[in-house]
């Protein structure tokens, strides 16, 4: 199956732990991101990697941190959550080109106690 | 400014009705894809629509790039229609990424 893979699926944690994201794909495509949805379901563009380089690094905390270890493969970790990090986060992946199709995994939703 | 924007915000309809879902952009698009998402649920890609007349069962979108617009058309709505619709386009740069809409909230009722 070719897809965006995400895991986990739910994580609760407590305020001021450490949490990793992973996400792979299997489409063979060079062109990673990490969108956050809010409690109100809009959705904005974290990162972006692009041949294992970050291209685009929106004003996010500095807690947030992406890790890649190849193109089909982009980490997300969060040094120390707070309690405005729960969320849905989604891994999402394309072709380079601002004309290709983007595909999404199914999202991980963070919960900070 | 907000580049993309959806109406309507909500809409309610009876099951067989059609509903009209537009998107608009404020700069110009390379590129723009509707997707569906239920409460709770994944981010499902509907069409992959740059430009023109995509058509897929029941579901239409056109997508006008000189006048910046897409829209989502539903004929005949179900009741496993309800959710929320999200538009996103591409634009700018060859490595852009999705700027989201808000969303149209539909709900069928029986």
């Known amino acids: 199956e070719t897809a965006v893979f995400q895991t986990p699926n739910y994580h609760v944690t407590q305020v001021g732990n450490e949490v990793s994201f992973n996400c792979k794909q299997t489409?063979?495509?060079?062109?990673m991101y990490w969108y956050k949805q809010d409690s109100k379901k809009l959705l904005k563009i974290m990162f972006s990697y692009n041949n294992k380089q970050l291209i685009v690094n929106e004003t996010v905390p500095r807690r947030f941190s992406p890790q890649s270890s190849d193109k089909a493969h982009l980490n997300l970790r969060i040094k120390s959550v707070e309690p405005e990090d729960s969320a849905v986060y989604l891994c999402?992946?394309?072709?380079?080109?601002?004309?290709?199709?983007?595909?999404f995994g199914k999202g991980t939703r963070l919960t900070v106690v | 400014g907000q580049q993309v924007q959806q109406s309507p915000t909500s809409l309610v309809l009876q099951e067989g009705e059609n509903a009209e879902l537009q998107c608009n952009f404020s700069?110009?698009?390379?590129?723009m894809q509707w997707f569906y998402q239920r409460p709770g649920g994944s981010l499902i890609s509907v069409f992959y629509?740059?430009?023109g007349t995509k058509q897929s069962g029941r579901l239409t979108s056109t997508t006008v790039i000189k006048e910046r617009r897409s829209s989502l058309h539903i004929s005949s709505s179900q009741i496993t229609d309800s959710g929320t619709y999200l538009c996103?386009?591409?634009?700018?740069?060859?490595?852009?990424?999705?700027?989201f809409g808000a969303g149209t909230q539909l709900i069928v009722i029986p």
């Open positions: 489409l063979g495509h060079d062109t």
């Open positions: 629509n740059p430009s």
């Open positions: 999402a992946s394309s072709l380079t080109g601002a004309d290709t199709e983007v595909f």
């Open positions: 700069t110009s698009l390379n590129s």
């Open positions: 996103a386009m591409r634009g700018g740069s060859a490595l852009g990424r999705l700027h």
